[in-house]
């Protein structure tokens, strides 16, 4: 019998298997993204003794529940370690394949080669969507072929055309407008294949009809999802979570939304019987980054119906 490739024992699995990047090449010199731009260069300064501590501290429990795969690290490749913009591995195909990303947010194009040349070695065959288009982050598995489609700000809908001519996808799209909620993971998360997280105030009315008539929606706090609320994570019965509240004082701005924030996610993980576990992940923060983006999925056994 022959031996089954990396990427088809990958995609069997029944523990979940992700891509992360240990963060060697993070940098913040290039401001793409309206929250780097709103911080300025002082306020987007990394302090890398810290953001490596609290990198380390999510791959740690990852890796302890996981199969965790590292991306190796390439010098100038400032957002390398925000793998969901790479590309994403889809859960319906019959064969094992990465559509790799093309990027449009300036610095970020040669990130594209580095991920084909690991996900080859896997095993899976890789394309680049010729459009416009930013991974896992702009496209979220709910079951079958049917995924949420973010467009508009970074990835395309001629990218959502090419997937579903080339690969089957379904894609229910989902205009992206905020320059704040720049990716679809910034108002969107699946928490089960029949239920979700959404930012409706981000969303007009169509949209919110189309995504009614497939799923279940429980309403994010538009001002919940600017800071992560919906940028989060599943693992196996957990839900993981960013939350900076520990650092903060009372008497900072940022403290109210915080605690409303960690309270609306602990209340959602009791009601689908699901464990919070929270991230401080502040240093990701100066590029814009929340959870989400510094995990890739390579499967999805938590939706497997």
Excluded at 183 to 198: A, G, M, P, Q, Y
Aim: proline share 7%; with cysteine; glycine share 6%.
């Amino acid at each position: 019998m022959k031996r089954p490739t990396n990427s088809t024992l990958v995609r069997q699995l029944s523990r979940p298997a992700f891509l992360l990047n240990a963060p060697f090449s993070l940098e913040s010199r290039i401001a793409n993204n309206a929250t780097m731009q709103k911080l300025g260069p002082q306020g987007r300064r990394i302090d890398y003794p810290r953001m490596f501590e609290q990198w380390q501290g999510l791959y740690h429990h990852l890796s302890a529940q996981a199969l965790v795969y590292l991306l190796p690290s390439q010098s100038g490749l400032q957002d390398q370690p925000f793998v969901a913009n790479l590309g994403i591995v889809p859960a319906h195909t019959r064969e094992p394949v990465a559509v790799i990303s093309k990027f449009r947010a300036r610095g970020r194009s040669g990130e594209s080669k580095a991920g084909s040349v690991f996900f080859r070695a896997m095993g899976f065959k890789t394309e680049e969507c010729p459009a416009y288009f930013e991974g896992e982050a702009d496209l979220k598995y709910l079951r079958e072929n049917i995924y949420f489609g973010g467009h508009g700000l970074r990835s395309s809908v001629r990218a959502h055309a090419w997937l579903k001519k080339q690969y089957g996808f379904r894609i229910v799209p989902v205009p992206l407008l905020d320059p704040h909620l720049y990716h679809l993971d910034c108002v969107l998360h699946v928490i089960h294949s029949s239920r979700i997280l959404l930012a409706t105030e981000a969303c007009s009315r169509n949209t919110l009809r189309a995504i009614e008539e497939i799923v279940e929606i429980v309403d994010v706090p538009l001002p919940l999802a600017y800071r992560g609320a919906t940028n989060i994570a599943r693992l196996n019965g957990q839900l993981l979570c960013e939350s900076s509240l520990p650092q903060l004082k009372k008497s900072d701005a940022l403290y109210p939304v915080e605690k409303a924030k960690r309270k609306f996610l602990e209340k959602v993980a009791r009601r689908f019987a699901l464990d919070p576990i929270f991230f401080n992940l502040s240093e990701f923060h100066k590029s814009g980054a929340m959870l989400s983006c510094l995990v890739l999925p390579l499967n999805y056994p938590n939706l497997r119906i």
